[in-house]
């Protein structure tokens, strides 16, 4: 009787605890994988340090450093669109204006980072305002130059002119569309042997579209390119 008295409580008291707690779960042991590395923004200052130093050798010389560039600079102009162009018009007329070899990159450039149409369109204008500052620096100070050059060159060139002066934009035209003369040259002979201005601007841009636009759009695809030989 006594021993009844003291189960009921104890079983009760097992009522309320509910069931048993299940055994605890061992602790993972420590991973020894490093954590991965995450991307460096555009803010960083290494990553702003690459940058720098890959635009370091702008305008680009080979098809690594322009696609290098490129990748660089369509992050800029994502941010500050006018500010990248700006400094790709400057670019493009200091060469095109002193004769500086190149600018057949930076052509290729302008696919990469606007597009085939809108990259053309831009390559066009620069291409001509700087084949006419070159025009008009040579009408200023490039005649001796010319002449210590292209002598044999130059008197030829005067006697086509001479010869087509009803139809110098055509003449303009046929000259920048085939590899006749170099355009150096027509830049730079062009107001020495009595080229007009209007007809030279023309003929340049008109001549000039269609390699424009290859370039251009080569520069669209520049992944496919493995040497300039592919244009």
Not at 119 to 133: D, E, I
Not at 162 to 176: G, Q, S
Not at 177 to 182: E, G, S
Request: hydrophobic share 45%.
């Amino acid at each position: 009787m006594r021993l009844s008295c003291w189960a009921a409580p104890a079983a009760a008291a097992l009522d309320m605890a509910g069931p048993p707690l299940p055994p605890p779960v061992p602790a993972c042991p420590p991973s020894n994988r490093l954590p991965q590395p995450q991307p460096l923004s555009a803010d960083h200052p290494d990553a702003q340090a690459e940058d720098l130093e890959v635009l370091r050798s702008f305008p680009p010389s080979s098809l690594q450093q322009l696609a290098a560039q490129r990748d660089v600079l369509k992050g800029y102009a994502a941010e500050s669109p006018t500010a990248v162009a700006a400094g790709y018009c400057a670019a493009y007329l200091l060469m095109q204006t002193f004769a500086i070899p190149g600018t057949i990159f930076l052509s290729l450039l302008a696919g990469g980072l606007w597009g085939v149409w809108r990259g053309s369109l831009l390559v066009a204008v620069v291409s001509t305002l700087g084949s006419c500052c070159c025009y008009c620096m040579s009408w200023a100070v490039g005649q001796p130059l010319a002449h210590a050059l292209w002598p044999d060159r130059l008197d030829r060139y005067a006697a086509e002119v001479a010869a087509r002066r009803r139809e110098l934009l055509n003449y303009i035209v046929f000259l920048r569309v085939t590899p006749i003369l170099p355009n150096t040259f027509i830049n730079v002979a062009s107001p020495i042997v009595g080229v007009p201005l209007a007809p030279f601007a023309l003929g340049t841009l008109l001549g000039c579209l269609p390699n424009n636009f290859f370039a251009v759009n080569a520069g669209s695809h520049l992944g496919e390119l493995r040497s300039l030989s592919d244009l």
